[in-house]
């Protein structure tokens, strides 16, 4: 399985909320992103359901200024790009 394949499916969370921010920011952002903001994207699906949408809604801060970068550029994306219909995840 190749790393983007890997990583999109990484994205299916099962929350239909976060698959859209998710997979939206996959499809638009991350292959211009930066080699560092792409390891930090990986590290940021290896979280617990309950903390990436408390991190993606805002819930909670973020400390950890690697996953506090690309979490904005995914709150970002989510404002300046078009994503496929949440009904179509």
Known sequence: MS?????RWQ????????DYL?????????PTASV?????FSR?????DD?????LLGDSLVEDAGLA???RAVRQ?????????????
């Open 51 to 55: 903390v990436l949408q408390a991190y």
């Open 77 to 89: 994306g989510l404002q300046t790009n078009m994503a496929a219909p949440i009904d179509a995840l």
């Open 36 to 40: 560092a903001e792409q390891q930090n």
């Open 3 to 7: 790393q983007l394949n890997k990583l």
């Open 22 to 30: 998710l997979v939206n920011y996959l499809e638009y952002q991350y």
């Open 11 to 18: 994205c299916r969370r099962g929350l239909k909320e976060l």
């Open 44 to 48: 940021l699906l290896e979280l617990e």
């Open 69 to 71: 970068e690309v979490v």
